[in-house]
């Protein structure tokens, strides 16, 4: 791995809920450009370490952004993250356009008109722009979701499942556009079940089991055509 220095770093965190810990001690390190695939069964933490990491809930465990503590600050860490969870984070009344231009206003984006119609564009919106959320697939809200994420320019990428719904061609699409901004500088931990469909985008495949990261290969260092996870009973891979 790089030496540089880690854009977002965790040391020991955990999240507990009563005497359980969703997600036991980690210790984890994403730098500029650097994309990360989490996998593992449902149930072994993703979505909670993801939530963690973007300040949604509570957590135990030092986490820094660019070498500063981001729950000094944490509004401004968050202004630094484009997050697609399994919520849409959408108002469904509202256009697709309307949307966007809501979440533009919220992160004070220039030239946000430009910007919004440039990001419809890239997951394949722009046919959409003014119609209802409500009228949308599970497909079209997911690209919304990362048009949504986008938005901002944000320097880091928390991604859970962002092409669950979306066909095939869809999903190249998305594939191309994360590469686009993986080329800018944008790090990204993706969650997916579906780790031979991230190969080609991740630098990393972090796998998680019973809430602890057990297992990392570098996707450089081995074909997914002969690598399996540690953990693959039951998990559908």
Same mark, same amino acid.
């Given at each position: %791995? *790089? ?16 005497? #359980? ?5 980690? @210790?984890?390190?994403?730098?500029? =450009? $650097? ?31 660019? =070498? $500063? @503590? ?6 401004? +860490? ?10 849409? %984070?959408? +108002?469904?009344?509202?256009? &697709? ?6 979440f533009a206003k919220l +992160?004070?984006?220039? @030239?946000?008109?430009?910007e919004m119609w440039r990001?419809?564009?890239?997951? =394949? ?5 003014? $119609?209802?959320?409500?009228?949308? *697939?599970?497909? %079209? ?30 999903? $190249? ?24 469909? &991230?190969? *080609?985008?991740? @630098?990393?495949?972090?796998? %998680?089991? #019973? ?9 450089? #260092? ?5 690598? #399996? ?6 998990? =559908? +891979?």
């Open positions: %791995m *790089s030496e540089a220095a880690p854009l977002l770093a965790a040391r020991g965190l955990s999240v507990p809920i009563g005497r #359980r810990r969703l997600v036991q001690p980690t @210790d984890l390190a994403l730098r500029e =450009g $650097e994309w990360c695939a989490l996998i593992g069964p449902n149930g072994a933490g993703k979505s909670t370490l993801v939530r963690a990491l973007a300040t949604l809930m509570p957590s135990e465990g030092p986490i820094s952004f660019a =070498g $500063e @503590d981001v729950r000094r600050d944490s509004r401004r +860490y968050r202004r630094h993250l484009g997050v697609v969870l399994h919520e849409p %984070m959408l +108002y469904r009344e509202l256009t &697709a356009l309307e949307n966007l231009e809501l +992160y004070q984006v220039t @030239d946000r008109r430009q990001r419809l564009e890239q997951v =394949g919106l722009v046919e959409h722009a003014v $119609e209802p959320v409500r009228r949308f *697939s599970r497909g %079209m809200l997911q690209r919304l979701s990362v048009a949504r994420a986008l938005l901002h320019r944000p320097r880091i990428l928390l991604l859970d499942e962002p092409l669950e719904g979306i066909d095939a061609t869809g999903a $190249e699409e998305l594939k191309a556009l994360f590469l686009h901004v993986k080329e800018e500088g944008v790090a990204a931990i993706w969650v997916t079940h579906n780790w031979r469909r &991230a190969w *080609s985008v991740v @630098d990393e495949v972090w796998e %998680m089991q #019973r809430g602890l990261i057990h297992n990392r290969i570098r996707t450089e #260092r081995v074909s997914p055509q002969t690598w #399996r996870p540690r953990h693959s009973s039951g998990l =559908g +891979y």
